[in-house]
């Protein structure tokens, strides 16, 4: 009897860690308030520019919604434009293998309370972020390090509100492209400047 307890609990123990090792998107409140500093369709550099990022706990929510939050992740999120045809950035359902959100710009603990209702930090974009159209989203943890709410600066179809960032790297594509056609214009010039001798030499030999 006692073994049968001690099974069907282990049982229902692994069970519940198998469900809520799955937490799906769908299942977070949308509870945090969060502001960046870039207006809709504004362009940012990689490596050079910053984002200032504001959340708050919405208080249309009563007092206490947020009592099992813990820490909290601000990421930065390709918006659908793009992430067509690259497998590499899909959105899933399942917050695990979501790939919507890879650039982690804040961490830190869940820290609002009646003196402070909304915090604010500074992030330089960094340098590997490609060439792309963001939105900010913000991923609110409990103790056991499962997502329990978000927020984010976009509706729910992540169609308003995007900004994009131009990598280092697209840029360095035009500078290179402006010096390899630097270089093929030198090469032109000097077999110009051979064939123009050549000729000038034959022409010396027949006078
Ligand atoms: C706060 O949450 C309420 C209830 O979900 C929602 O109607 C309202 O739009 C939210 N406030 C803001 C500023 O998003």
Redesign the pocket.
């Known amino acids: 009897m006692a073994s049968h307890l001690l099974i069907s609990s282990l049982l229902i123990l692994c069970l519940a860690e198998a469900c809520y090792g799955t937490v799906l998107f769908s299942s977070l409140k ?1 509870t945090l ?1 969060l502001q960046v500093t870039p207006k809709p369709g504004d362009v940012l550099k990689a490596g050079e520019d910053k984002i200032t990022v504001t959340w708050s706990m ?1 208080q ?2 009563p007092v206490g919604t947020d009592e099992a939050y813990k820490t909290v992740k601000v990421k930065l999120c390709f918006a659908p434009i793009s992430q067509v045809d690259r497998a590499w950035r899909k959105t899933k359902a399942e917050l695990k293998k979501d790939k919507t959100c890879q650039f982690k710009i804040f961490v830190g603990s869940y820290e609002l309370s009646s003196k402070k209702t909304q915090q604010s930090f500074d992030y330089s974009i960094a340098k590997n972020v490609p060439t792309a159209t963001f939105f900010v989203r913000i991923y609110a943890y409990n103790a056991e390090d499962h997502e329990v709410a978000f927020g984010q600066t976009t509706d729910a179809t992540k169609k308003t509100n995007l900004f994009t960032i131009e990598s280092i790297t697209g840029r360095h594509t035009s500078i290179d492209i402006a010096a390899g056609c630097f270089s093929a214009f030198s090469i032109f010039a000097l077999l110009g400047f051979f064939i123009a001798e050549k000729r000038r030499g034959r022409n010396s030999q027949k006078n």
């Open positions: 949308r308030l919405n249309s929510f």
